[in-house]
Each structure stands twice: as structure tokens, then as C-alpha cells.
């Protein structure tokens, strides 16, 4: 290890499908100041506490090890965690790149500290402009809040900021321009994203459900310039007048899954292969609570590659 950074991992972390694991997906909190009607949660059911800054970054070391080299900080509400600029801290030498994903209502005090500790950039959930709609997505009344969250994680340096939006048929489908437009005004990148049928939004997918493949070949016919990402072969639109947008359809998506190179970390402690399941947990943090040494930790890792099955497949 050089400057704290694992420099040359022991051996890749490899599932059964030939998928190479390469980043992490943690969950510091289930607390969140919103309540989205459709929150999945990161597929987490009654929560037992939750991690330390210091266990958080042996977890982190011990995953850089296998050669994980970024890691998503998600929620809940990451910012309602008072010790979160001390989590990025100790996550960031151990990795090349840290983000998180926010719903920005107190982005707007945090991003610089966020920023000088390592954070590199930040999701913000956006779901819509219009104060009225987004006090029946959201049950609040942050819209303002947010604006000025993303705002200053633009002028901080935390970027590409992206704004992940949830079309709900309805709701906010209508107002997908403005919310590009005001992408394209703040310097940020839109992520629309598919409804999916998950948690308390089960209930209502047929009737919020939006199909955004249209929407997605109307951006493709209509783009300047194309660019592939490697994580789900996504696409970046990006449009005339200098907006860029992707388009998430994870649902009975066979791309989604067969390119996945995520692991889940759950709030308190245990890790998780795939979003939609949560039978096949892994015990993680108890292991570091009882004493185990380093390499019962590396099993862990292992263990949960191991059950990584491909949810949506050919």
C-alpha cells in the first residue's frame, strides 16, 4: 500500500457468469428527510443499526484489495448522517473514485467539505421541478433546497453532477424538457429512470409505469454525439445546445444485468449481490465486530460474488 492506497489487488473478484466485480454500493443509513412514494431502499428490510466510519473503511480496504476501485455511498439519505464527510474520508484512500447519491436537500452546506475530502461527484435525486409535484413524489417541500444543492455541487467541482429523475407516468412525463433544461442551464447530466416495480412502487406500476424506449430512440435520432459507458453498456445522449441525458431501463433488461460489476453493502453491515433479492445476505460487519481477522472478510467478498446470478437474463 502506497499513500494509503491499495495500489496492485491480490486477485479479482470474479462471479460465476465471468462478471469481474469492481464496485461498491454502500448504504450508510436508511434514515431519509423524504418519503418517495416509490423507494425501493436498496432492497433493504428492517435494518439493524448501522456501520461506523471506521468500519466502513476496513471494509472498503479489504474490498480494494480485490480490486474494487469505486464505491457509491447511497441511502436512505447519506446527509443525514452526521459523520458523513468522516465516512468519505476514510473511504477515499482506498479507491480511485467515491460518489454518492443524494436527494441534495442539504447538499447545499456539505458539498464543499464533501469535496475537500475526496468526494468526487454526486446523483442527485430530482423527480420534478414543480413544487406541487414534487410534494406529492417526495411528501416535502425541498424543491428549493435541492435546486441549490445542485448548484453547488456544480460550482464545488463535483462532477458530472447527475440529476436521477423516476418518470412517473402522470406526474412528471410531462415535464421531462424543463427538467433537461435545466440540466443543460446548471451544466449537469439528466438520468431518466424507469419505474420499476419494487418495494412500496409495486402497487402502483400500472399505473405509473412510463415506457421510456420511445423516448430513447427519439434521443438517439436526434443526438450530436453518442458516448457508451462501460457500466450496463448505458448510452450518454448528448443534445443540441449542450444538454446530455441517459436513459436507465433496468427492467427485463437483460444488458443491465449481463455488464452489472456492482456489490451491495447494506446499511448495517451485511453484503448483498443483487438488488432485487434478499435471500442470499452475506454477514459482513458482525465479522469485524467480533474480532475476525482480515481474511474472514475476504471469504465474505468471495462468499457474495460467488451467489451473483444474473436477475434478468436471456
Not at 282 to 299: F, M
Request: aromatic share 6%; charged share 30%.
Amino acid at each position: 500500500m502506497a499513500n494509503g492506497r491499495v495500489s496492485k489487488p491480490r486477485e479479482l473478484l470474479m462471479d460465476p457468469y465471468g462478471r469481474v466485480v469492481n464496485s461498491l454500493r454502500i448504504s450508510v443509513t436508511q434514515r431519509c428527510n423524504f418519503d418517495c412514494f416509490f423507494c425501493h431502499r436498496e432492497g433493504e428490510h428492517g435494518p439493524n443499526g448501522e456501520m461506523t466510519p471506521e468500519e466502513i473503511g476496513e471494509i472498503v480496504s479489504v474490498a480494494a484489495g480485490l480490486g474494487v476501485n469505486k464505491v457509491k455511498i447511497t441511502g436512505g439519505e447519506p446527509l443525514e448522517r452526521a459523520d458523513i464527510v468522516d465516512i468519505v474520508k476514510r473511504i477515499t484512500p482506498h479507491v480511485a473514485e467515491v460518489s454518492m447519491t443524494t436527494n441534495a436537500s442539504k447538499l447545499d452546506v456539505k458539498a464543499g467539505a464533501l469535496k475537500a475530502v475526496g468526494l468526487k461527484r454526486v446523483n442527485v435525486s430530482l423527480h420534478s421541478l414543480k413544487p406541487d409535484v414534487f410534494r406529492k413524489i417526495t411528501g416535502c417541500e425541498y424543491v428549493d433546497e435541492v435546486e441549490n444543492g445542485v448548484k453547488a455541487a456544480v460550482k464545488v467541482g463535483l462532477n458530472p453532477v447527475k440529476l436521477n429523475v423516476v418518470v412517473i407516468r402522470g406526474l412528471n412525463s410531462d415535464e421531462i424538457p424543463k427538467i433537461i433544461e435545466f440540466s443543460r442551464r446548471v451544466k449537469a447530466v439528466v438520468q431518466l429512470i424507469e419505474y420499476q416495480p419494487l418495494e412500496r412502487g409495486a402497487e402502483g406500476y400500472d399505473e405509473y409505469h412510463y415506457d421510456l424506449k420511445p423516448l430513447e430512440e427519439k434521443f438517439a435520432a436526434e443526438a450530436v454525439d453518442v458516448f457508451e459507458r462501460d457500466l450496463h453498456r448505458r448510452r450518454q445522449y448528448r443534445l443540441r445546445g449542450g444538454a446530455a441525458v441517459e436513459v436507465v431501463r433496468p427492467m427485463h433488461n437483460t444488458m443491465f444485468c449481463r455488464y452489472c460489476t456492482r456489490l451491495r453493502v447494506t446499511s448495517d453491515g451485511r453484503l448483498k449481490p443483487c438488488l432485487m433479492r434478499d435471500d442470499n445476505l452475506i454477514e459482513l460487519v458482525s465479522l469485524i465486530r467480533r474480532g475476525e481477522p482480515r481474511e474472514a472478510l475476504v471469504k465474505a467478498f468471495r462468499a457474495a460474488v460467488a451467489c451473483r446470478v444474473p436477475y434478468w437474463r436471456d
